[in-house]
């Protein structure tokens, strides 16, 4: 099917409301130095860098046996009963430009579709699967990339695959306005739902490759032009327990609740937050209006699988509409997009009461990546969101 024209001045006004609103520390600058005090949750500390949570199991207590290698032992059994520990120490230098260009895309979880119509007696959008949406091209972001989308960038993970890849955006922490550390994703992209447990080694890297430079000159390109405000390290995730009991390869029952909020800390130590370091974070919107009420969607995310590469970041802009996996489970929000895996967990944006906020994230497409969905943000979605940010309430 041929693509559509994306809405002109509705898509200006995403791109605007998503470059830099305030430039704490430019990608050209070294990050200010300072205290890196580690979570209540670090007890013991090497000398170069590598954190352990206290509570590990004793099979992982040790930090050499962790730097190493531990962290690949992917025994099934095992990973199923550490599924409830998140466990993710710093390794300094983990990700870098080869790593972090060579990484896959779980684009196993992009293979949904719903069934036409509506669910007996629903009301409202509940149960809905409108028509499928013609394919709306996606169209490469404005370089450099922190100058247009300074909120968005790559999550970086380990699977029994490999390295693996996602999309991610910097979102507003309540408990520390302008200077928040949370970076909102699919739960996809932190944890295997009912098959297994927490990834590991997951790290975001804001305008990855801000210049867009070609694959071939990524792995040879200072680390500055890759990562240009660093490697921030996950130091605590959380998604829901929807994802984590019923998520599935195909996204399964639990892909209209995939979506994780982590909070992250810089590799390299810095006095700055993650907000205050990019120059932005977006609001995130829990109360976004059904599809009628929406007059267009903007999808941001680096696209990894054929035909892109994953070394540039994309975006398509639709008017958004319904998408049913269970008939009693919340709609999704449905746009025309041909971005691929890689994509997953990049955010979703509209404009309410003339602001960009983000709605939604990337979660399922078809294998011929006409479509993306996205689960439309409630009350299990807060309260995710809620739950780390109070976590980390009391740290400065």
Not at 68 to 97: C, M, S, T, V, Y
Not at 151 to 169: L, Q
Not at 171 to 181: E, L, M, Q, R, Y
Not at 344 to 364: A, E, P
């Amino acid at each position: 099917m041929p693509s559509i024209r994306r809405p002109a001045l509705a898509t200006a006004a995403l791109v605007a409301a998503l470059a830099l609103t305030a430039t704490a520390c430019g990608p050209s600058e070294d990050n200010a130095s300072g205290s890196d005090k580690p979570s209540a949750s670090a007890a013991q500390t090497g000398d170069d860098g590598l954190q352990l949570p206290k509570n590990l199991p004793s099979s992982l207590k040790d930090l050499d046996k962790w730097k190493n290698g531990a962290w690949k032992n992917w025994d099934k059994d095992q990973w199923l009963r550490e599924a409830r520990d998140f466990i993710n120490p710093i390794i300094k230098g983990h990700w870098k430009p080869d790593t972090m260009k060579d990484a896959r895309t779980p684009d196993k979880t992009l293979a949904a579709k719903g069934a036409p119509g509506s669910a007996p007696g629903a009301s409202g959008d509940q149960g809905v699967t409108d028509p499928e949406p013609r394919p709306v091209a996606a169209k490469s972001v404005g370089l450099p990339y922190h100058n247009n989308a300074a909120p968005v960038g790559k999550v970086f993970f380990d699977s029994p695959e490999g390295h693996m890849v996602c999309s991610a955006t910097v979102v507003k922490d309540p408990a520390h306005p302008g200077k928040s550390n949370l970076v909102w994703t699919a739960g996809h992209c932190v944890h295997a739902g009912k098959s297994g447990g927490w990834y590991r080694n997951i790290a975001f890297v804001p305008s990855y490759n801000d210049k867009g430079l070609p694959g071939a000159q990524v792995n040879s390109a200072p680390v500055g032009d890759v990562a240009p405000y660093g490697v921030w390290w996950a130091d605590w995730a959380q998604t829901s327990s929807q994802w984590i009991t019923q998520g599935a390869e195909t996204g399964g029952a639990g892909a209209p609740y995939d979506f994780s909020v982590l909070h992250v800390k810089p590799e390299a130590g810095s006095g700055k937050s993650l907000e205050e370091t990019v120059g932005n974070a977006l609001t995130v919107d829990f109360n976004a209006p059904q599809v009628a009420g929406i007059q267009s969607m903007g999808a941001w995310g680096y696209p990894a699988a054929p035909p892109f590469d994953g070394q540039k970041m994309y975006d398509c802009v639709d008017k958004p509409s319904r998408l049913t996996i269970e008939p009693a489970q919340p709609t999704m929000y449905r746009i025309g997009c041909t971005m691929t895996g890689g994509s997953s967990g990049g955010g979703w944006f509209t404009q309410r009461d003339g602001k960009v906020v983000l709605v939604s994230n990337t979660s399922i497409g078809p294998a011929n990546s006409t479509w993306l969905a996205g689960p439309r943000l409630g009350p299990e979605a807060q309260g995710v969101y809620n739950g780390i940010s109070q976590k980390f309430a009391k740290q400065q």
